[in-house]
């Protein structure tokens, strides 16, 4: 149901008087888990670099477990970075009461072929009546 032009004009004001509040916006920002998942793309990004680093160093001084070490390091960040943008792109990623909370499927695969389901079997609930 569309908004009357009246509650149009107010959700605007109301939004332009949020957006001109800093502190507002400032804790919409820190309880948004998509800065959150930024912010550690960006922390794994630069361990990354670190381990790349402690590899070139270890290699340069012939210490191989140095260089080893950077190679892991490296590698353990690329996971994390890796979990950081999935979450970071997850539809059910959602803020309840300031604190994220995600939902998980049970059963792995399984999951995700319910929640596949369950969107066929709304699409089908909401197809046009003429379409039966």
Do not use: N
Not at 5 to 19: M, P
Not at 65 to 83: C, I, N, R, T, Y
Not at 86 to 111: E, F, I, Y
């Amino acid at each position: 149901m569309p908004l009357s032009e009246h509650e149009q004009r107010l959700f605007e004001q109301i939004e332009r008087s949020l957006a001109e509040d800093p502190k507002f916006a400032s804790a919409v920002r820190a309880s948004d888990p998509r800065f959150h998942a930024r912010r550690r793309l960006l922390v794994a990004a630069g361990v990354i670099i670190a381990g790349l680093a402690l590899l070139v160093y270890g290699a340069v001084i012939k210490t191989p477990p140095l260089a080893v070490a950077g190679f892991v390091v490296m590698l353990a960040s690329a996971a994390f970075a890796v979990q950081s943008h999935r979450k970071a792109q997850s539809p059910d990623l959602h803020v309840v009461g300031g604190t994220t909370s995600r939902r998980r499927p049970r059963g792995g695969r399984s999951g995700r072929r319910s929640s596949i389901l369950d969107r066929m079997e709304d699409r089908w609930r909401q197809r046009p009546e003429g379409h039966r």
